[in-house]
């Protein structure tokens, strides 16, 4: 006697064409194959043809059916993402650290004479205040997912002359003119 195949034994008043449909209305393509996957069953094909003909294994088949079986479009179409792992930081703590950031310098902390936060700093203000260890890159990505941006801090020459900077790029300017380049 031959097996049956992949059955839906509920079809959750889901039709052949409205599947089609709902999978031409999809905007991600493997959520659409989802549902390619109950049409084709629907249809009659067995899940190691249907497999085959969208690309995956029979297992993953055999999964969307059960899914859809059981608790219809939506146990089909759910997704469930890791949670991630654990922030080093309190919410109060991330928001009193964004404000130290944001509103003071080292210097006015009590970390040293330093008029900029750099990763180093915030390290160690990590460790003493809030007994955290953390990486400087992972010190980097955090700042960045808050929404800081690294700058490096530009220099101005007190004593500088205007007047001489301007007669020097001048004469730069003449000199690139006026010198033939040859480059061998």
């Not at 043809?49 to 085959?52: G, N, T």
């Given at each position: 006697m031959r097996k049956k195949g992949l059955q839906i034994t509920n079809d959750h008043g889901w039709t052949i064409e409205r599947l089609q449909e709902q999978e031409r209305k999809m905007k991600k393509a493997n959520m659409a194959k989802r549902i390619a996957v109950i049409r084709l069953i629907m249809q009659g094909y067995l899940g190691i043809?249907?497999?085959?003909l969208l690309n995956l294994h029979r297992e993953t088949v055999s999964i969307y059916v059960q899914k859809f079986t059981q608790g219809g479009m939506d146990a089909l179409l759910e997704r469930r993402y890791a949670p991630g792992r654990k922030p080093y930081l309190s919410p109060e703590e991330e928001r009193e650290l964004k404000k130290m950031l944001e509103e003071s310098t080292p210097a006015d902390e009590g970390y040293g004479i330093e008029t900029g936060w750099n990763t180093r700093i915030i390290q160690h203000v990590l460790e003493e205040k809030f007994s955290v260890t953390m990486s400087r890159g992972g010190i980097g990505d955090m700042l960045h997912r808050w929404g800081?941006?690294?700058t490096r801090p530009t220099y101005?020459?007190?004593r500088a002359n205007p007047q001489k900077q301007k007669e020097?790029?001048?004469e730069m300017e003449l000199i690139k003119k006026t010198c033939p380049t040859?480059?061998?």
């Open positions: 043809q249907v497999a085959e800081f941006r690294y101005t020459l007190k020097f790029q001048q040859t480059w061998s």
